[in-house]
């Protein structure tokens, strides 16, 4: 995670952060060099923030020295970062092992680090595209609340988020909307200043989630008119989480959502006066989206797929609001209190002190009980540390901590876990997880757990504590599905477009799958990938390579 204590170098001078799109085209390209330095191209990235991730560790070097050998290694660019801490990141699983991390927000540096970051090889280097990631703590709500209140027009009381994470104010720092932790701070601003909010603008800010924003027919009452252009939601699924505002007016042109889509949105928001900028007039029996005179010159300049939508009246349905659960009062200030600890709890059975720090988790004569998955009706070789205790009810603390002795030491894997909260009450709450832990840090020795807990208090004062629990244990792959095999006719289209592009057989055949194993598009795809440097160099044959044309 990401933090703000060396948000950025003070001894550097400003190297000036361009966007994606004149960065890209300001890259030369040198297509003698492509077979020897196509490794080192970096990705664009949407918000102009790029992840340099540094592995030092047998190097000998401190982070101090590294920087500097960065320094010259990029020299006469002036090397500004932001965001160094210690540590990789853990949104990717390949990220996590780096020595230290640190953010650029110019293309062309990035580029260079990748490039050259190498030299002399005395440390590993990689750059990504990815963002940082953001701990929205006091100070950042503080600056966080200060850009939306010089966003917000009092008088149309309308607030404008569009392109929010390109705002002047965040020079030298990073915010989007995307982050949930970002916009869950920005909801509770929203709902604490600006109660009587009616418009809402979010274009433009790569949002492909909207669970933020449940709750928010209580939480903003009077938004009517919310636009979502030229953002990436996939679904008209997370469109459901406004099905409880009186929308009157909604915007979600150039985005990714499926042929025909505005029929679907009619039914879904009833109230609708205006869909992507165009007036809706309604009849008793048929509900139809009219073009006005104003809009007749540029019809053929918008993105939608239908310029007349006619839908026969159906009665709109409206599913209940997503909720942590059903079986108790929403208001209940649980579900970010679960969610701590279990942070906490997994944090302590990965410590180096397992036991004497599980210990104030579970109660006294608490209740566990151990299950493990069987191959072929039998237990498999992997059981071995765990096999002692299966089938087993064990009714104490101490046997239940002589248990978590007995297993190896395990790393939890974030990036697999989820987490159901299916009871709420005052004095007792039923948790679940799933996910998978590696066994002595070694990749090849995964595990997938099954685990569910009963937490209990005697009073509302007190500390949750663990009452009972239910493991289930079994080794990670088993019940993966397998790919589909390849009928005649597909393996004849991967040869030959293999042939054709001199791809290797698997890339090709995952650009006929994501065009539907339509040869044409997928040749598009590839071309136009091709020329914007997106396809990496291990893609194609070792024998040659094809070059985009100039």
């Not at 060396?6 to 390209?29: K, Q």
């Not at 929203?190 to 709750?215: V, Y």
């Not at 090849?444 to 685990?451: E, G």
């Not at 088993?478 to 042939?499: A, K």
């Amino acid at each position: 995670m990401s933090t703000k204590k060396d948000r950025s170098n003070p001894d550097s001078s400003v190297d000036t952060a361009n966007n994606s799109g004149s960065s890209h085209s300001s890259t030369s390209y040198n297509p003698n060099v492509r077979r020897s330095q196509g490794r080192y191209l970096v990705p664009i990235s949407p918000y102009g923030w790029y992840r340099v991730l540094v592995y030092s560790q047998y190097s000998g070097y401190t982070v101090e020295q590294v920087m500097e050998k960065l320094r010259e290694a990029v020299a006469p660019r002036k090397l500004k970062y932001y965001y160094l801490h210690e540590g990789g990141e853990q949104d990717v699983e390949r990220d996590k092992r780096a020595t230290f991390t640190f953010y650029v927000d110019s293309y062309k540096l990035a580029a260079e680090l990748q490039l050259r970051g190498h030299q002399p090889p005395v440390v590993g280097l990689r750059v990504n595209d990815r963002p940082p990631l953001i701990d929205v703590d006091e100070a950042y709500k503080w600056k966080l609340r200060k850009v939306i209140m010089s966003r917000y027009d009092e008088k149309r009381r309308c607030l404008n988020l569009c392109r929010f994470y390109a705002d002047d104010q965040w020079k030298g720092e990073f915010c989007a909307l995307q982050q949930f932790e970002c916009f869950a701070a920005t909801m509770d601003i929203m709902e604490r200043e600006l109660p009587q909010l009616r418009r809402l603008l979010l274009d433009n800010n790569h949002m492909c989630h909207l669970g933020g924003f449940r709750g928010v027919d209580q939480r903003l009452p009077r938004l009517h008119s919310i636009s979502l252009q030229q953002n990436d939601l996939k679904t008209l699924r997370e469109l459901r989480v406004f099905q409880r505002l009186h929308l009157t007016e909604l915007s979600v042109k150039r985005n990714l959502l499926p042929r025909n889509y505005e029929q679907q949105v009619l039914v879904m928001f009833p109230s609708l006066c205006m869909l992507n900028g165009r007036c809706v007039r309604r009849s008793p029996s048929i509900h139809t989206v009219n073009v006005s005179e104003s809009d007749a010159d540029s019809i053929h300049n918008t993105d939608s797929d239908v310029e007349l939508v006619s839908v026969t009246e159906v009665k709109p349905i409206v599913l209940p609001e997503p909720r942590v659960t059903f079986l108790a009062f929403h208001d209940l200030p649980m579900p970010m209190g679960v969610r701590k600890f279990v942070r906490r709890y997994i944090k302590a059975f990965d410590g180096d002190e397992r036991i004497t720090s599980l210990e104030r988790f579970y109660q006294e004569h608490v209740l566990v009980s151990l299950t493990l998955a069987k191959e072929h009706a039998m237990l498999g070789s992997w059981t071995g540390p765990y096999a002692v205790y299966s089938r087993q009810l064990l009714a104490c603390r101490e046997a239940t901590l002589d248990m978590f002795a007995a297993w190896p030491k395990t790393l939890h894997l974030p990036g697999t876990m989820t987490l159901d909260l299916t009871l709420v009450e005052p004095l007792m709450l039923c948790v679940s997880i799933t996910g998978s832990f590696e066994e002595n840090g070694s990749a090849s020795h995964r595990r997938h757990y099954m685990r569910s807990f009963v937490l209990t208090r005697k009073a509302e004062t007190d500390d949750f504590r663990i009452a009972n629990e239910l493991i289930y244990l079994s080794r990670v792959g088993r019940g993966e599905r397998q790919p589909p095999l390849l009928n005649p006719l597909q393996r004849n289209l991967v040869s030959l477009m293999s042939t054709e592009t001199q791809l290797k057989l698997r890339w090709s055949s995952k650009f006929l799958r994501d065009t539907n194993w339509d040869y044409q598009q997928a040749m598009l795809a590839f071309h136009t990938l091709l020329r914007q440097r997106q396809i990496p160099e291990n893609a194609f044959r070792c024998d040659t390579k094809t070059e985009p044309n100039p």
